[in-house]
């Protein structure tokens, strides 16, 4: 199986401060790897899907990047709304696994 | 627009059953794969099952497998999740999600949940 870790798995920000979050997979998933965001008690959201390609409706300060092992999403102005926990997941092979989760929130 | 609401969950001793369902509207149900993704009280997300969009492959996390069945009707654009021989540990809101663009498990729309609860 592929294994997901995050990093940090917490962090700290000031609204229109740049956000950076790391995830790493056990092995090479090229370019299929999914950002989710999720608001406390609400359902995750979908940010970004191969790694890089923005979903309908997501504002673009949020961005992708990164393939083989190594990705990142970036928001680049964090906004109120943005304090929330983001995951991501791979979609390259079964079990399609996420990793544990990067909450922020606010400083 | 996209819509899918779950309904289902309650509580359930262990070793029992439970079957949810997770209504679509809003697409083609029928031309879309779909998922159940499953969180446990204050945890992350799981995987737990996916099918495609003709029912003809299902794919199931190790932790399910065997015990959990998912299938779907077209014709009433309906998702099932049947849950056999539950376990305190699969206590979770259970989440429907349809496949998206990109890769095999890219979910763009999820369900609100319904909340599975095992015990005795």
């Known amino acids: 199986d592929i294994q997901m870790t995050q990093s940090p798995s917490s962090l700290s920000a000031s609204v229109e401060d740049r956000v950076t979050i790391t995830c790493r997979a056990s092995?090479?998933?090229?370019?299929?790897l999914n950002w989710y965001q999720q608001r406390p008690g609400k359902a995750p959201k979908l940010l970004i899907y191969?790694?890089?390609s923005l979903q309908s409706g997501v504002p673009s300060r949020f961005s992708g990047s990164g393939s083989g092992t190594d990705f990142t999403l970036t928001i680049s102005s964090l906004q109120p709304e943005d304090f929330a926990t983001y995951y991501c997941?791979?979609?390259?092979?079964?079990?399609?696994?996420f990793g544990p989760g990067t909450k922020v929130d606010i400083k | 627009q996209v819509q899918l609401v779950e309904s289902g969950g309650g509580v359930v001793q262990p070793g029992g059953s439970l079957r949810l369902s997770c209504a679509a509207s809003?697409?083609?149900?029928?031309?879309?794969?779909m998922h159940w993704v499953r969180q446990a009280p204050g945890q992350g997300l799981e995987w737990v099952a996916t099918?495609?969009?003709?029912?003809?492959?299902?794919f199931f996390a190790d932790s399910v497998k065997g015990r959990f069945t998912i299938s779907r009707d077209n014709s009433k654009s309906t998702l099932y999740l049947q849950l056999k021989s539950l376990r305190p540990a699969d206590t979770a809101v259970y989440y429907c999600?349809?496949?998206?663009?990109?890769?095999?498990?890219?979910?763009?729309?999820w369900g609100q949940g319904t909340l599975v609860t095992v015990s005795s």
């Open positions: 999600a349809k496949d998206g663009l990109g890769g095999m498990a890219t979910m763009d729309h």
């Open positions: 809003g697409f083609t149900f029928s031309s879309y794969a």
């Open positions: 099918i495609r969009f003709d029912g003809s492959n299902k």
């Open positions: 092995q090479s998933i090229t370019r299929y």
């Open positions: 191969d790694a890089s």
């Open positions: 997941q791979q979609s390259y092979s079964t079990p399609f696994t």
